[in-house]
T-cell receptor, first 116, second 110 residues
Framework: NAGVTQTPKFQVLKTGQSMTLQCAQD?????MSWYRQDPGMGLRLIHY???????DQGEVPNGYNVSRSTTEDFPLRLLSAAPSQTSVYFC???????????????FGAGSRLTVL | GQQVMQIPQYQHVQEGEDFTTYCNSS?????IQWYKQRPGGHPVFLIQ?????EVKKQKRLTFQFGEAKKNSSLHITATQTTDVGTYFC??????????FGKGNQVVVIP
């Protein structure tokens, strides 16, 4: 049981390049999400998905695309990287327990992205 | 938009002393969660509080949820070097958006 797996762990891009951060979970979680973490800013929600074929925007979605073709995978795409996207990205997943349930996130180890 | 605010943002704590970190929401929360992130690591779930006025303890950690369900606190007694890290509170706005505070980065002085 690997939990939430993110690849790559580190990546350096040039401005304008595109790339995909991969996220996979083996816990059969319905809900998956992407956060970015910047110094002094906490964790900010980029996009999330409540199931295969369903995605929605979070707090800071601009510059990022997502798709959810399977329950297990939730890739995050940067179509044209900008220096402002330099950050640590975390994928997180959980079961959907409803509004009053224990909707606890399990995080991956993170992907550190630098855009030059 | 909905916000979760944490104070203080940074704390230096002498080993053996107690400290408290606070979390406030601009709106009423259905529940509040606390996570801990060790330096270089990822956030790990600590606890969830659901009921108004709820108090939960985990060894030296005491978590409280305010009566109005808009604030929470984490109190750690007899701080140890293993307590170093950043503590985040987070609240759900709707069923699907978990908003995190900016965190309280704790440095333990031996």
């Amino acid at each position: 049981n690997a939990g939430v797996t993110q690849t790559p762990k580190f990546q350096v891009l040039k401005t304008g390049q595109s790339m995909t951060l991969q996220c996979a979970q083996d816990m059969n979680h319905e809900y998956m999400s992407w956060y970015r973490q910047d110094p002094g800013m906490g964790l900010r929600l980029i996009h999330y998905s409540v199931g295969a074929g369903i995605t929605d925007q979070g707090e800071v979605p601009n510059g990022y695309n997502v798709s959810r073709s399977t329950t297990e995978d939730f890739p995050l795409r940067l179509l044209s990287a900008a220096p402002s996207q330099t950050s640590v990205y975390f994928c997180a997943s959980r079961h959907d327990r409803g509004v009053s349930g224990a909707n606890v996130l399990t995080f991956g180890a993170g992907s550190r992205l630098t855009v030059l | 938009g909905q916000q979760v605010m944490q104070i203080p943002q940074y704390q230096h704590v002498q080993e053996g002393e107690d400290f408290t970190t606070y979390c406030n929401s601009s709106t009423t929360l259905s529940n509040i969660q606390w996570y801990k992130q060790r330096p270089g690591g990822h956030p790990v779930f600590l606890i969830q509080l659901v009921k108004s006025g709820e108090v939960k303890k985990q060894k030296r950690l005491t978590f409280q949820f305010g009566e109005a369900k808009k604030n929470s606190s984490l109190h750690i007694t007899a701080t140890q070097t293993t307590d170093v890290g950043t503590y985040f509170c987070a609240g759900y706005y709707g069923n699907n958006r978990l908003a995190f505070g900016k965190g309280n980065q704790v440095v333990v002085i031996p």
